[in-house]
């Protein structure tokens, strides 16, 4: 069965540096997809960053890239220039390439990032 | 990106009414949509996927008769929670998407629903 492990409940970083949250997962599939998602307190899931199994290069949006580490199933997002709107929860999560698994998503349980000035 | 419309936004009702939720995707048809339930400062818990036009497939412990969930095309999916309690207060999100492993899903604001 597939697992997503964030091991960060809640994180602090300040103004202006860069934050890893982790993210580890565990699959027997060979073909799935991992993303981030942000919650802020309003509620709305917000799609940042995905990589691919099979891509070779880290996936990199804006401010955020991810640090995948595929032989250690880890699925690190890296926020660059922390900014006070990036004080949300944060969420891992894998879809799987499986036939008949209706693409369904498996989240971790989250973290909450508190960005101080 | 893709938009989702989630209505209402937020509900308070009496114990006892149902509530339906609606779920509109707005600039692409959505075969699959799934419906999650949150706790505070908790993940999504996945009530069931929606498929246009058959049955929804509910996750284990979700009772089907308490959360009727209808996919009558393939840009709606709604959500009703009937004779509502208390315990059935909570964040409902639902999302869509293709199925493939690399589209993420595109969810909804939520709807935070509140039995009195």
């Known amino acids: 069965a597939q697992k997503i492990t964030q091991t960060q409940p809640g994180m602090f970083v300040q103004e202006k540096e860069a934050v890893t949250l982790d993210c580890t997962y565990d699959?027997?599939?060979?073909?799935?997809?991992l993303f981030w998602y942000k919650q802020p307190s309003s509620g709305e899931m917000i799609f940042l960053i995905y990589?691919?199994?099979?891509?070779?290069q880290n996936a990199t949006e804006g401010r955020y890239s991810l640090n995948f580490q595929k032989a250690r199933k880890s699925a690190n997002l890296v926020i660059s220039a922390s900014q006070l709107g990036d004080s949300a929860m944060y969420f891992c999560?894998?879809?799987?390439?499986?036939?008949?698994?209706?693409?369904?998503?498996?989240f971790g349980d989250g973290t909450t990032l508190t960005v101080k000035p | 990106g893709a938009v989702v419309s989630q209505h209402p936004s937020r509900v308070i009702c009496k114990s006892g009414t149902s509530v339906k939720i609606e779920c509109r995707s707005l600039?692409?048809?959505?075969?699959?949509m799934f419906w999650y339930r949150q706790f505070p400062k908790q993940s999504l818990m996945l009530m069931a996927t929606?498929?246009?036009?058959?049955?929804?497939?509910?996750e284990q412990g979700v009772e089907k008769d308490k959360f009727l969930i209808n996919h009558a095309s393939l840009t709606l999916s709604t959500l009703t929670v009937t004779s509502a309690h208390p315990e059935d207060s909570s964040f409902y999100i639902c999302?869509?998407?293709?199925?493939?492993?690399?589209?993420?899903?595109?969810f909804g604001d939520g709807t935070r629903l509140s039995i009195l």
């Open positions: 600039d692409f048809q959505a075969t699959t």
């Open positions: 999302s869509a998407s293709g199925t493939a492993s690399n589209q993420p899903q595109h």
């Open positions: 929606s498929n246009e036009g058959s049955k929804a497939t509910y």
């Open positions: 699959t027997s599939d060979q073909s799935y997809g």
């Open positions: 990589q691919g199994s099979y891509d070779e």
């Open positions: 999560a894998m879809r799987e390439g499986r036939v008949g698994n209706a693409g369904k998503s498996t």
